[in-house]
């Protein structure tokens, strides 16, 4: 017998809560949809500037001189973390302050850090 044999002959299918996982499992697209926010979560200078919004609204100068980046680098980073609906930004005349969009963003900020910290 087969190794493959073997590991399926012991193999248990409990159908129940196969069926009801199934039946709860969200649309294809709207899992997709998550995958993509959380590879925004993969870059380390995504991650520095959600956690200096987490702790305070900033302009682009501010972050870039906090992180030590160019400008055009920070604006960058924004764009993207903008496009995934993770930042916000109000203008106060020239000056455009960036800030966490929602409590769900700060929320996982906030449980990423526990969870690495644990």
């Known amino acids: ?17 196969v069926k009801k996982v199934l039946d709860d499992m969200p649309e294809d697209e709207i899992l997709y949809d998550l995958a993509e926010s959380f590879k925004v979560f993969g870059d380390s200078t995504r991650i520095k500037i959600l956690y200096a919004l987490f702790e305070s609204e900033m302009c682009v100068g501010d972050i870039a001189t906090l992180l030590n980046l160019s400008q055009s680098s920070v604006s960058h980073q924004l764009r993207i973390l903008k496009d995934a609906k993770l930042v916000k930004y109000r203008r106060e005349g020239k000056i455009i302050f960036y800030s966490l969009n929602d409590d769900h963003v700060r929320t996982i900020i906030s449980m990423g850090m526990e969870h690495v910290t644990e």
């Open 1 to 17: 017998m087969s190794d493959i044999e073997n590991q399926t002959k012991f193999l248990a299918v409990h159908e129940d809560v």
